[in-house]
């Protein structure tokens, strides 16, 4: 790799440091005070419990890490997660932060790159019907189990990656505002790839949601991963050092702090 310039490692710095502002903004706006929660903790147990109720007590007992684990690996827990009957594969407090950035920026066309069952398909297809602008177009390998019927939403059955699609997507954008989402194959290479492919089309203002980067900050020796569901982060990682100029993390979207999609709010800005 050729060594970089002292303009490009300028700009890096640059960007690190504005990203170092914003999680410090973050965690002043939206973390508790660790300590605090410390100290309570202790005192939740041996003196003076903070909830009194036995079985919330110990419901509401386990740690962060572990409830939002339990989220997405209690498998029979996050199948039963559906939208108005069919299934979505997202955290809920990430679907209400789709609903703001939605209602925020109203785009004319979401492209969401992983249909699966649809359930995701239709709950932005029927904000936009809210919002009275906009159609999705969702992307699957294959679309035999997708569910999701909206006038509003248009599927393209193929390799996200493909020529074909990608010309396809290219004849439906034309000056129209786009936001893309990325919930496809979450393998660092894919999602590199496909942001390189997608970023192009999502227009300034608009987001480029990137979606599991959650599978990378837990630790492989203490939970079981894929090897193919480890690297939205890295990917994100690397595709903000290059494109900082484009594109901010935005990270007043993970206010809720359960989010699934660490660094995954990406707002164009130019
Ligand atoms: C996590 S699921 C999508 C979940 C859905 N968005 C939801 O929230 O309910 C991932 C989907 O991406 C699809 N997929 C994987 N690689 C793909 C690719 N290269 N192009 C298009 N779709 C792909 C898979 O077939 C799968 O249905």
Same mark, same amino acid.
């Given at each position: 790799?050729? %060594?970089?310039? #002292?303009?490009?490692?300028? *700009? ?5 440091? $504005? ?8 965690? *002043? ?5 660790? @300590?605090?929660?410390?100290? =309570? ?11 009194? %109720?036995?079985?919330?007590?110990? *419901? ?54 992983? =249909?699966?069952?649809?359930? @995701? ?17 969702? !992307? ?20 996200? =990656? ?6 396809? &997507?290219? =004849?439906? !954008? ?12 979450? @393998? ?35 939970? @079981? !991963?894929? #090897? %193919?569901? *480890?690297?939205?982060? $890295?990917? &994100? ?34």
């Amino acid at each position: 790799m050729p %060594n970089k310039t #002292p303009k490009q490692l300028a *700009r890096e710095a640059r960007a690190a440091h $504005k990203e170092n502002v914003r999680t410090e903004r973050h965690e *002043r706006k939206f973390v508790c005070d660790e @300590s605090a929660q410390n100290r =309570s903790w202790r005192e939740f147990f041996f003196r003076n419990p903070l909830v009194l %109720n036995k079985e919330y007590n110990k *419901r509401w007992n386990q740690s962060l890490p572990q409830y939002i684990w339990n989220y997405f690996h209690n498998k029979t827990f996050f199948k039963s997660i559906t939208w108005m009957g069919i299934p979505v594969r997202k955290s809920i407090f990430d679907l209400w932060v789709y609903q703001e950035i939605l209602f925020e920026n109203k785009p004319d066309l979401i492209i969401e790159i992983g =249909s699966l069952y649809g359930g @995701s398909t239709l709950y932005l297809a029927q904000l936009l019907e809210m919002i009275g602008n906009g159609n999705v177009i969702s !992307i699957d390998l294959n679309h035999e189990n997708f569910q999701a019927q909206h006038h509003r939403i248009e599927t393209i059955e193929g390799d996200c =990656s493909e020529e074909s699609v990608i010309k396809q &997507i290219k =004849s439906k !954008i034309q000056n129209k505002t786009v936001m893309v989402v990325h919930d496809g194959d979450h @393998s660092e290479e894919s999602v590199i790839r496909d942001l390189s492919l997608y970023a192009p089309f999502v227009t300034k203002g608009q987001y480029l949601i990137v979606e599991d980067g959650i599978y990378d900050l837990f630790n492989p020796k203490k939970v @079981s !991963i894929k #090897p %193919n569901q *480890r690297g939205p982060l $890295k990917a &994100i990682r690397k595709f903000i050092a290059g494109h900082s100029n484009e594109f901010i993390v935005d990270k007043e979207r993970e206010k809720f702090n359960l989010t699934t999609n660490p660094w995954g709010y990406l707002r164009k800005v130019k």
